[in-house]
Nanobody
C-alpha cells in the first residue's frame, strides 16, 4: 500500500522557520514528482511546491517563492519543505502527495494519496 505521511508542523511566531517532512512507503517508482499542498479553514487546497525525483525541477507558488525550499532525499524516500520567514497567512494543514507533473512554472494535478497532513500555525 502506498502511503505518504507528513510531519514537522507546529506553532511558531511570524518570522520563524519550520521544516516539514513527507515520508513515502510502498512507493517504488524511480521517476516521480511530489507536491506539497496546504489548506486553511474555509479555503480550497492550494498547491504550493513540487519537486521531480532527481531534483532537476522545482516549482513554487507565488505565495511561497523565496521563502520555502523543497528537497528530495531519495535514500530516505523523504521530501522536505523548509519554510522560512513564516507569516500568519501560512497557517494551514500541509499535505504531500505525488503529482502528475512538476515544471518550473506549473504543477500538475495530484494523485489521490493524501496523508493525514501536519498542522502549521503561525502567530503574529
Amino acid at each position: 500500500e502506498v502511503q505518504f505521511v507528513e510531519s514537522g508542523g507546529g506553532l511558531v511566531q511570524a518570522g520563524e522557520s519550520l521544516r516539514l517532512s513527507c515520508v513515502a512507503s510502498g512507493f517504488t517508482s524511480d521517476h516521480y514528482a511530489i507536491g506539497w499542498y496546504r489548506q486553511a479553514p474555509g479555503q480550497e487546497r492550494e498547491g504550493i511546491s513540487c519537486v521531480f525525483s532527481d531534483d532537476s525541477v522545482t516549482y513554487y507558488a507565488d505565495s511561497v517563492r523565496g521563502r520555502f525550499s523543497i528537497s528530495n532525499d531519495k535514500a530516505q524516500t523523504t521530501v522536505h519543505l523548509q519554510m522560512n520567514s513564516l507569516k500568519p497567512e501560512d497557517t494551514a494543514t500541509y499535505y504531500c502527495t505525488p503529482v502528475r507533473l512538476c515544471l518550473e512554472h506549473s504543477m500538475g494535478a495530484p494523485y489521490n494519496y493524501w496523508g493525514p497532513g501536519t498542522q502549521v500555525t503561525v502567530s503574529s
